[in-house]
């Protein structure tokens, strides 16, 4: 049981600090410990949490509309490579974040791996209330948090190599083989894109229609059996009242135990080989951090295997 764990202290992808922090807040709560010796993970983590100060460009201007593109896409470019490492050795893959636009990191790096290593595709999970599919040009924001899926499908490119034209076939995610749970607040051109595409998506209202355990066969019934899997979890997929501290809460979300209920039944498929915890956000909220981080660490002890008896 062999876990590689890749902490990034980024904020860059959207405008509040603090998400940065999370990663050392989820550790401080004992979360490696319980994976070593609840979990009896065999660890490789550095021990550092990476900040990437050695990344940031002189000048970062805002291009295509996207918000500090320079310093996104170089250190997205570099947990790419991080994650790429201990993937491509068969080790699973836990990410901490920092805001979601390091998916773009992560999950271009086990696609890579996972074409390489067992000349599959791979399948993603995103699980978060926002749909994270703006391109640079339906972006309202412009902040990249709200884009890693539309780059990782390559529904958005650039040439450039400092404006994510790093990203190559080699990292791409198809539209069919991604899946998200949890969505309630998708702005009208990610809804257009997702229906112009036919990519599976299961918002709170399905979940309220057909209960989470028929989500749950419907979501793996659809990405198939024995595909390789990547859990991308952005902890506003709970409910507040279960993770108030991050960035952009939406009320009406998951309970902590539906949200827990997804990482169990993807853990069970036995297909896992990486995932993400995003968007925590310990200085937002501060009588409710504590009780986000526990929602966090729960979330990733589900999908690392931990079992209720
Ligand atoms: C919005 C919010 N769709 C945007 N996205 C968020 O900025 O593109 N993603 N909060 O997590
Ligand atoms: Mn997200
Ligand atoms: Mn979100």
Same mark, same amino acid.
């Given at each position: 049981?062999?876990?590689?764990?890749?902490?990034?202290?980024?904020?860059?992808?959207?405008?509040?600090? $603090?998400?940065?922090?999370?990663?050392?807040?989820?550790?401080?709560?004992?979360?490696?410990?319980?994976?070593?010796?609840? &979990?009896?993970?065999?660890?490789?983590?550095?021990?550092?949490?990476?900040?990437?100060?050695?990344?940031? #460009?002189?000048?970062? #201007?805002?291009?295509?509309?996207?918000?500090?593109?320079?310093?996104?896409?170089?250190?997205?470019?570099?947990?790419?490579?991080?994650?790429?490492? &201990?993937?491509?050795?068969?080790?699973?893959?836990?990410?901490? $974040?920092?805001?979601?636009?390091? %998916?773009?990191?992560?999950?271009?790096?086990? @696609?890579?791996?996972?074409?390489?290593? *067992?000349?599959?595709?791979?399948?993603?999970?995103?699980?978060? @209330?926002? @749909?994270?599919?703006?391109? #640079?040009?339906?972006?309202?924001?412009?902040?990249?948090?709200?884009?890693?899926?539309?780059? &990782?499908?390559?529904? %958005?490119?650039?040439?450039?190599?400092?404006?994510?034209?790093?990203?190559?076939?080699?990292?791409?995610?198809?539209?069919?083989?991604?899946?998200?749970?949890?969505?309630?607040?998708?702005?009208?051109?990610?809804?257009?894109?997702?229906?112009?595409?036919?990519?599976? %998506?299961?918002?709170?209202?399905?979940?309220?229609?057909?209960?989470?355990?028929?989500?749950?066969?419907?979501? *793996?019934?659809?990405? $198939?059996?024995?595909?390789?899997?990547?859990?991308?979890?952005?902890?506003?997929?709970?409910?507040?009242?279960?993770?108030?501290?991050?960035?952009? %809460?939406?009320?009406?979300?998951?309970?902590?135990?539906?949200?827990?209920?997804?990482?169990?039944?993807? @853990?069970?498929?036995?297909?896992?080989?990486?995932?993400?915890?995003?968007?925590?956000?310990?200085? *937002?909220?501060?009588?409710?951090?504590?009780?986000?981080?526990?929602?966090?660490?729960?979330?990733?002890?589900?999908?690392?295997?931990?079992?209720? &008896?």
């Amino acid at each position: 049981n062999e876990l590689g764990v890749v902490a990034v202290g980024f904020s860059g992808g959207q405008p509040k600090p $603090g998400v940065d922090a999370a990663p050392m807040a989820l550790i401080e709560a004992g979360l490696i410990q319980q994976l070593e010796q609840d &979990l009896e993970f065999n660890v490789e983590f550095d021990g550092k949490m990476h900040t990437y100060g050695e990344l940031v #460009p002189a000048d970062d #201007p805002p291009y295509r509309n996207m918000k500090g593109p320079k310093f996104a896409s170089a250190v997205t470019k570099r947990v790419s490579e991080q994650v790429y490492n &201990l993937s491509k050795s068969g080790k699973m893959v836990l990410t901490l $974040g920092g805001d979601h636009s390091i %998916a773009i990191g992560t999950i271009s790096g086990t @696609a890579k791996a996972t074409r390489e290593r *067992l000349g599959r595709e791979l399948a993603v999970i995103w699980v978060d @209330a926002h @749909a994270d599919i703006n391109t #640079p040009e339906t972006s309202d924001s412009g902040n990249i948090h709200g884009m890693p899926v539309s780059f &990782l499908t390559r529904l %958005a490119t650039d040439e450039n190599e400092e404006y994510f034209g790093w990203l190559k076939e080699e990292h791409k995610l198809s539209t069919n083989k991604l899946v998200y749970i949890g969505l309630r607040d998708v702005d009208k051109g990610e809804k257009k894109i997702l229906r112009d595409h036919g990519i599976k %998506a299961f918002s709170m209202h399905d979940i309220d229609r057909h209960g989470i355990g028929k989500v749950m066969d419907m979501a *793996l019934g659809w990405i $198939g059996r024995d595909t390789p899997i990547h859990l991308s979890f952005d902890i506003d997929a709970l409910d507040p009242m279960w993770a108030p501290s991050t960035g952009t %809460a939406v009320r009406g979300g998951l309970t902590l135990r539906e949200g827990d209920f997804i990482a169990e039944c993807v @853990a069970e498929t036995g297909s896992l080989i990486a995932l993400d915890l995003v968007e925590v956000n310990p200085s *937002l909220d501060e009588v409710g951090a504590q009780d986000t981080v526990r929602s966090g660490c729960s979330i990733v002890r589900c999908a690392l295997g931990d079992t209720l &008896l």
